[in-house]
């Protein structure tokens, strides 16, 4: 009697494990199609590649990306919905890969690390860490971001203990320290929520930089309290390509994904696209990112 509860205590095991499995196996596409449904994830402070309009509804270059992806979907797909899901960047890795989301949109660095748990398109972007700092921050800092000559007064002091801001679950707050390197250990690296709470901690003195994607930078100073105060590192610390977070071991639809991306940056419309948020770096942006992409 025993034996037999067992074996069919097993056999339940399997047959939930071979149900599982094959959940987890089934392609995005199929899903799309059963469900009419694709589930677009986005982070809402990552202006300006994800974030919502005043209106509530989400909006920025990544997110066009993404669009264009699910108008390719739509034309495989007889009335397909799309559900715009804000996420934080922590979880929004750990969304793609349990399938609660089908596309994950944002400022996403791909590196070898992330793709231990979902896989990415091809490069929609292509930018590196630098800092944003107050034209008052301590003079070593400004030597070190923006390859600014210290003044005479500097050179005899050493440096003041100083706070440099990062974005909490961020890939920038990882290489902050060896930027920094032996020679300015009292800097204390401070964690924050949103890139929002650091520049606001930046305006108010209670950090002396903030360490963040470059080109995440230009836009958080354009909406600083003054942003005239400001400085924008030129020195770049790392190299952040960005791209389009989707489900591990789907060839089908990552291959949709990049074909998508590669016919957008062909466009005429695509020179619109990056004009629309990055302005006269536009042009620039558009030879980085045709050189960097994937042909036909």
Do not use: W
Not at 94 to 123: E, H, M, P, W, Y
Not at 208 to 221: E, P
Not at 260 to 265: R, V
Request: proline share 4%; aromatic share 8%; charged share 25%.
């Amino acid at each position: 009697m025993l034996a037999n509860c067992m074996r069919r205590l097993i056999l339940a095991g399997i047959a939930l494990g071979l149900s599982a499995y094959a959940a987890t196996a089934a392609q995005t596409l199929d899903i799309v199609a059963q469900k009419g449904l694709i589930r677009i994830g986005y982070i809402n402070d990552e202006a300006p590649f994800s974030f919502k309009k005043k209106d509530g509804s989400p909006t920025g270059y990544a997110v066009d990306l993404c669009g264009k992806i699910a108008d390719a979907v739509g034309r495989k797909v007889t009335g397909l919905k799309r559900d715009y899901v804000e996420m934080t960047l922590a979880d929004g890795f750990n969304a793609v890969k349990d399938g609660r989301i089908d596309l994950l949109c944002g400022a996403l660095t791909i590196n070898l690390a992330r793709r231990q748990s979902v896989d990415f398109s091809q490069s929609i972007f292509l930018t590196g860490a630098s800092a944003l700092l107050r034209k008052d921050s301590p003079d070593y800092l400004m030597v070190l971001f923006l390859d600014k000559r210290p003044t005479l007064a500097s050179n005899k002091q050493a440096p003041a203990k100083s706070t440099i801001g990062v974005r909490s679950d961020t890939t920038t707050g990882a290489t902050l320290r060896e930027a920094l390197g032996p020679d300015v250990p009292q800097t204390r690296i401070e964690n924050f929520a949103t890139h929002q709470d650091g520049v606001a901690a930046l305006e108010s003195r209670k950090i002396d930089a903030y360490f963040a994607d470059r080109a995440l930078l230009f836009d958080l100073a354009s909406h600083a309290h003054k942003p005239s105060a400001l400085a924008i590192g030129n020195r770049l610390f790392t190299h952040e390509p960005y791209g389009i977070a989707l489900r591990q071991d789907d060839s089908a639809f990552r291959l949709l994904v990049d074909q998508t991306l590669t016919e957008t940056y062909q466009s005429d419309d695509f020179a619109k696209l990056l004009t629309t948020y990055f302005g006269e770096e536009g042009p620039i942006l558009r030879r980085e990112i045709m050189m960097q992409s994937i042909p036909q």
